[in-house]
């Protein structure tokens, strides 16, 4: 199974980038792992919110297929703690999932049409994080999930 991170607009902060090329190394030890960044949409503050949500849609879309179990990183989705959270990763390996793609939206969340074709919703806490730290804390919880799937020391019960 592939698993994909899409995210919209660059990370601009160096350690963030540094996090994430950390775990990113040792995600791939266990599966594909793509993180793709859509560039922040253009003109974005001639916008108003729900224009800006519908353009940010259209580029997300470009990069889905239809096979795809789509998993939007939302505030209001489904919370878990690691170990369900690795369940959730091991049970799409077993289903045979040929990719598993997490999305994380814009400043404004999801246009209508993402939430449409989402498989699920989860929440990464019920706090509110920058979109860019978000990245790390997924990238670290997927890290997470693949050691607690193979019984690897990281994660302490």
Sequence with gaps: MKVKLIQIGKTDLSFIVDAIEYYHKKIVRYHPFEVLTIPDIKNRKSLNELQQKKAEADLILKHLQSSDYIVLLDE???????????DFIQNSMIQSIKQLVFIIGGPYGFD????????????????TFSHQLVRVIFAEQLYRANTI??????HHV
């Design 149 to 154: 799937i193979k019984g690897e020391p990281y």
């Design 76 to 86: 209001n989705g489904h919370s878990m703690n690691s170990v369900q959270f690795s």
């Design 112 to 127: 209508e049409e993402i939430y449409r074709i989402a498989s699920s919703k989860i929440a990464l806490s019920k706090m």
